[in-house]
């Protein structure tokens, strides 16, 4: 059954911690991304990957981090950089843009972060 | 560069209404569009799309259809129901931008019993 995993579901994190968001795809996508979602907003460019061992900041990159050591996983790090984490956040894949294709992007049921 | 607009929200209609979520968008290349949907505290569900100029993508009553020469991808369904209600995004793909996908603002839809 293909599709997209964010792991966990909610995660509360305490000041000045590091946490680190799961993202995990079967779909054999090449590219990934990650989205921020504030309460009653659109969606943010955070980072995204068109390929394995490469990434590029997106919208909003400053106090996260990822990697994408393998084509199927995209961890994203909330650093204790980042002022104000509390958000909901989304993980994406779709395959190389191709015009005429269909190449649209599957998500994830996201992560709930929350600074206590 | 490459952007979406949409109207603004929130849209509160009865059942049965019929639905209209205006989308227009600006690219210098040639986009594949999309509508999404997204239901409280989840992520986004594909809902319909459109790869080329006149194609009507749909899916569940809902339609859109690909409008190049007025850069547009109305969402139109013909009598919404009560569990429509959700946010809808509009959004497009092209090869700028990283190849990344653009996405409007979101329209939040309310409809009544």
């Known amino acids: 059954d293909g599709g997209i995993t964010q792991s966990p579901k909610y995660l509360f994190r305490k000041e000045g911690q590091n946490v680190t968001l799961s993202c995990e795809q079967n779909?054999?996508?090449?590219?990934m991304y990650w989205y921020r979602q504030d309460p009653g907003q659109g969606l943010r460019l955070i980072y995204y990957s068109q390929i394995v061992n490469d990434f590029q900041k997106g919208d909003i990159a400053e106090g996260y981090s990822v990697s994408r050591e393998k084509k199927e996983s995209f961890p994203l790090t909330v650093t204790s950089a980042q002022k104000n984490p509390t958000a909901f956040y989304l993980c994406?894949?779709?395959?190389?843009?191709?015009?005429?294709?269909?190449?649209?992007?599957?998500f994830g049921q996201g992560t709930r972060l929350t600074v206590v | 560069g490459d952007s979406v607009t949409q109207m603004e929200g929130p849209v509160t209609l009865s059942e049965e209404a019929f639905l209209t979520i205006n989308c227009t968008y600006t690219?210098?290349?040639?986009?594949?569009l999309f509508w999404y949907v997204q239901y409280p505290g989840e992520g986004l569900q594909l809902l319909l799309k459109a790869t080329k100029a006149d194609d009507k993508g749909s899916n569940k009553g809902f339609e859109a259809t690909y409008r190049k020469e007025t850069t547009s991808f109305h969402l139109e369904k013909g009598s919404v129901q009560v569990s429509d209600s959700a946010v809808y995004f509009c959004?497009?793909?092209?090869?700028?931008?990283?190849?990344?996908?653009?996405f409007g603002p979101g329209t939040r839809l309310s409809v009544l019993p």
């Open positions: 690219a210098t290349g040639y986009p594949s």
């Open positions: 779909l054999n996508h090449d590219a």
């Open positions: 959004a497009l793909r092209d090869d700028n931008y990283g190849q990344n996908f653009v």
């Open positions: 994406a894949s779709s395959p190389r843009f191709a015009r005429g294709r269909d190449t649209e992007a599957f």
